[in-house]
């Protein structure tokens, strides 16, 4: 269907099939063989869009290129009003009333398939000039992981990312007030063109949370933990115990570390449940168990390996977690 000679075009049935996906299986195509058509909604009115039926369409660009605020895809009533079809079901073919705009994905397809804004109907052998016109063609593609490098000959990757900063362009709004002007090239006096930028606090607290965590909770970066080392006495109580948990939290604190010293009335699944939801790097127990083998147990918060070190070493084995 794609490529070689013009085919004839074809309306074929195809009851129930909106999604690429569905279409695709029943003609028996792959989706880049398809050219899905959506109906958004402007100020300026409705336009068709068009994009191969593998790829998605980068509102920002679509928007940019038609110098509109408001950008939605139309409702269904709206989408029915304009192609006479439901949503799933229109294409470029005897389409009319309407401003499309394709990416340059199709310019250049042939015998391609695309809805025939009929209910249950699609068109195959769909070639461009012979059964549909379209001139507006335009970069709208949303780029994906392994599409050419526009710089390099490599691939692009894609990443997950936060946005944690704002960069405003703030115009001479505040250069005209404050009289910060230059001279041109022709010894004229105009204001500076100002911008400012600043960091979100928040926003960098939401990325480092959403990169790292788990099931049970924050899993805190060693920079921006409000506590570097969590120290949890289990059964404060005990004279032992609660020495054992001093003397590491004066040593700890004499080396610059910052603790959280957790000698809360509670019980021990309380405090690991707590420690685990807040996510100190490091985790120091003391318990009457552990201790009457001359032992504490430290852990670290990301892979949770216990390990019960004598009383000790347990601040030399903190500071070799924490990279000190």
């Not at 039926?53 to 895809?73: S, T």
Request: hydrophobic residues 40%; contains cysteine; glycine residues 10%.
């Amino acid at each position: 269907m794609e490529g070689g000679e013009p085919q004839e075009l074809k309306e074929v049935a195809t009851p129930g099939q909106k999604s690429i996906e569905e279409v695709s299986k029943f003609l028996g195509i792959e989706p880049r063989q398809l050219v899905k058509t959506l109906i958004y909604e402007t100020e300026k009115g409705l336009v068709a869009v068009l994009i191969r039926g593998d790829r998605e369409i980068n509102e920002v660009k679509l928007a940019n290129h038609l110098d509109v605020q408001h950008l939605n895809l139309a409702s269904e009533d709206k989408v029915r009003e304009a192609t006479k079809a439901p949503v799933g079901f229109a294409g470029p073919v005897g389409l009319s009333g309407l401003r499309m705009v394709a990416d340059e994905t199709v310019r250049n397809m042939t015998n391609f398939a695309t809805g025939a804004n009929k209910d249950d109907a699609h068109y195959t052998g769909v070639n461009w000039g012979r059964d549909a016109d379209l001139s507006e063609f335009v970069d709208l593609l949303l780029v994906s992981g392994g599409d050419p490098c526009p710089r390099c000959d490599g691939k692009l990757e894609l990443f997950r990312g936060i946005e944690v900063g704002h960069i405003f362009k703030l115009g001479t709004k505040y250069s005209e007030k404050l009289g910060c002007n230059f001279t041109d090239e022709d010894g004229q006096e105009r204001p500076m063109i100002m911008g400012c930028y600043g960091l979100g606090i928040g926003r960098t607290v939401a990325a480092a949370i959403e990169q790292n965590h788990d099931a049970d909770g924050i899993i805190w970066p060693r920079p921006l933990a409000p506590f570097e080392v969590l120290l949890a006495a289990l059964n404060p109580d005990d004279g032992e115990v609660r020495r054992v948990a001093e003397q590491i939290y004066g040593q700890l604190l004499e080396k610059g570390i910052e603790v959280l010293y957790d000698d809360r009335d509670e019980r021990p699944g309380v405090k690991f449940k707590d420690a685990d939801l807040v996510g100190f790097p490091v985790r120091v127990v003391v318990g009457a168990k552990s201790l009457a083998d001359g032992k504490v147990e430290v852990s670290l918060r990301r892979d949770r390996q216990k390990q019960l070190v004598p009383v000790v070493e347990a601040v030399p084995r903190v500071m070799e977690l924490l990279g000190e």
